[in-house]
Every structure is written in structure tokens, then in C-alpha cells.
């Protein structure tokens, strides 16, 4: 069966500064996908990055960025110049290719962004 | 262009009682996955509906059913409600053959 881990229950980061988030996850299959997945206060889980497991490269969209290592399945999201908007539960999540909508997500870390 | 909706936002209900929630997917979207998400937890999934059809379904008792109307929307059933069922449940749809899924903002259960 697959599992997430996300280690931080919360984290706290300076406006304008860099923050990682951890995620490990353990699964035997090898094509998958990974995500992370924001979630404010409006509930509404909103996607941040998105990695495809066959893809070396890792992902980047604007401020976020992951660090996709495949051989120790830890998938990281880096959070650069960060802003009192980015203050939310984050998930990781996990995804089996072939899978029909079976996201499995970690228990989250809370994000706190000091002004 | 509308997101995911769900109704209602909040629900309270009574042990043993059944409730319905829905869902009406992103345009061009056509199908459907529901979640549990109980406090302090991430989401874990219950099932998905494409064509009408349960395609998958997650570790949840028979208690928890739904459908898909042909318009690609659906509906959470959950019958003889526990005080355990007290949650927020998530729709998220995903366009046909790609792996975006688009989460609404849930309805939140409460059992009495």
C-alpha cells in the first residue's frame, strides 16, 4: 500500500524568506505522481506542483519549487520569497498511474507566514 | 468559469440518520472523486464515478454510496450516519484521461 509522510506538523517563515517543506512517501510502483496541494482557511484544496515520477526534472511553478529525489521517494516543496498569502495547511499526495482518482495524502504541515 | 461547487457548505445530522451531499464538477470535466477529510487529517479518498459508474473505491463501508447524473455531477450518499462520519468531504473532478484534479471547498458533516 502506498503511504505519505509529511514530518512538520507546522512551520513558521519570515515574509520574503525561503521555506522547505518534507514529504516522504513509499510505494512499489514505478510510474506515479506526486503533488502538492495547498488548503487556506477557505478549505478549498488548491494545487500547487505537480511531478510525474518518469521525469528527472524537477518541477517548478513561479515561487515553488520541489526537490524530487525518486531513490529515497522524498519529494520537497521549496517555498522561495515567501508571502502572508502563502499561510495554509499544506498536503502532499501521491497518486499511482493508473489509479482512478486515489490520491493519498499525507496528514500535512500548517505554514505560518510572520510579517 | 465555475469551479467545483458543492452544496450544502454545512450539514448537521443525527446518528442513524442518511444524508446526500452533491457536487457539480469544472466545466469540461467528467469525473467525479469524493473524500473524507476528518479534523487535523489529510483527505482519504472514497470513491470516484466516471460514465455514470463507480470506477474505484477506497477503504469505506457499503454505507457510503453515490451516483452520477449523465450532466457528470454527483452525489455522496451516506446512509445510518455514526458520530465517526462527522467531517469535511471534498469533491474533486479531473478532465477525461489527465491527472488534474480540481478540488471544491467541501462540505462540512457534523453527527449528533
Known amino acids: 500500500a502506498q503511504t505519505v509522510t509529511q514530518s512538520q506538523p507546522e512551520m513558521s517563515v519570515q515574509e520574503a524568506e525561503t521555506v522547505t517543506l518534507s514529504c516522504t512517501y513509499d510505494?512499489?510502483?514505478?510510474?506515479?505522481?506526486l503533488f502538492w496541494y495547498k488548503q487556506p482557511p477557505s478549505r478549498q484544496m488548491i494545487l500547487v506542483i505537480r511531478?510525474?515520477?518518469?521525469?528527472?526534472q524537477n518541477a517548478t511553478e513561479n515561487r515553488f519549487s520541489v526537490n524530487f529525489q525518486k531513490a529515497a521517494k522524498s519529494f520537497s516543496l521549496k517555498i522561495s520569497d515567501s508571502q502572508l498569502g502563502d499561510a495554509a495547511m499544506y498536503f502532499c499526495?501521491?497518486?499511482?498511474?493508473?489509479?482512478?482518482?486515489?490520491?493519498?495524502f499525507g496528514k500535512g504541515t500548517k505554514l505560518s507566514v510572520k510579517p | 468559469d465555475a469551479g467545483v461547487t458543492q452544496s450544502p457548505t454545512h450539514l448537521i445530522k443525527t446518528r442513524g440518520q442518511q444524508v446526500t451531499l452533491r457536487c457539480s464538477p469544472k466545466?469540461?470535466?467528467?469525473?467525479v472523486s469524493w473524500y473524507q477529510q476528518a479534523l487535523g487529517q489529510g483527505p482519504q479518498f472514497i470513491f470516484q464515478?466516471?460514465?455514470?459508474?463507480?470506477?474505484q473505491r477506497g477503504n469505506f463501508p457499503d454505507r457510503f454510496s453515490g451516483h452520477q447524473f449523465p450532466n457528470y455531477s454527483s452525489e455522496l450518499n451516506v446512509n445510518a450516519l455514526l458520530l465517526g462520519d462527522s467531517a469535511l468531504y471534498l469533491c474533486?473532478?479531473?478532465?477525461?484521461?489527465?491527472?488534474?484534479?480540481?478540488f471544491g471547498s467541501g462540505t462540512r458533516l457534523t453527527v449528533v
Open positions: 464515478y466516471y460514465e455514470e459508474e463507480e470506477r
Open positions: 510505494t512499489s510502483e514505478s510510474d506515479y505522481y
Open positions: 474533486a473532478s479531473s478532465p477525461p484521461r489527465h491527472y488534474g484534479y480540481t
Open positions: 466545466s469540461g470535466h467528467d469525473t
Open positions: 499526495a501521491c497518486l499511482k498511474q493508473g489509479s482512478q482518482g486515489n490520491l493519498i
Open positions: 511531478q510525474e515520477a518518469y521525469k528527472q
